[in-house]
């Protein structure tokens, strides 16, 4: 059993940065591929990023291709998604997720969640 828990979220300014943190416990942090989806109100949940076990490969939603960066610690057993040129659509709780295939898009692909932080860009 995995445990997830996100911190990192809060109110931004359009243009402006966050960082989000995904720390993993109660399993082997380096058997999963880990992703981050979000969900704003009113819409469904969304995928953002994902980065595969050992970090070397990622892949982002064109949504946010060239402003987020996801990355992993695996040393702190920690992801991350640092968020750049915040805009106001991309208000939403972020979530993280963990799972064994690598490359899934669908929240049905992931064996375990985070309890969600939530994100808010001002305009």
């Known amino acids: 059993q995995v445990q997830l828990v996100e911190s990192g979220g809060g109110l931004v300014q359009g243009g402006g940065s966050l960082r989000l943190s995904c720390a993993a416990a109660?399993?082997?942090?380096?058997?999963?591929?880990m992703a981050w989806f979000r969900q704003a109100p009113g819409k469904e949940r969304a995928f953002v990023a994902a980065?595969?076990?050992?970090?070397?490969?990622?892949y982002y939603s064109d949504s946010v291709k060239g402003r987020f960066t996801i990355s992993r610690d695996n040393a702190k057993n920690t992801a991350y998604l640092q968020m750049n040129s915040l805009k106001p659509e991309d208000t939403a709780v972020y979530f993280c997720?963990?799972?064994?295939?690598?490359?899934?898009?669908?929240?049905?692909?992931?064996?375990?969640w985070g309890q969600g932080t939530q994100v808010t860009v001002s305009s």
């Open positions: 980065v595969i076990r050992s970090g070397i490969s990622t």
């Open positions: 997720a963990a799972s064994r295939i690598w490359l899934r898009v669908r929240g049905a692909d992931y064996d375990y």
């Open positions: 109660g399993g082997f942090f380096t058997n999963y591929h």
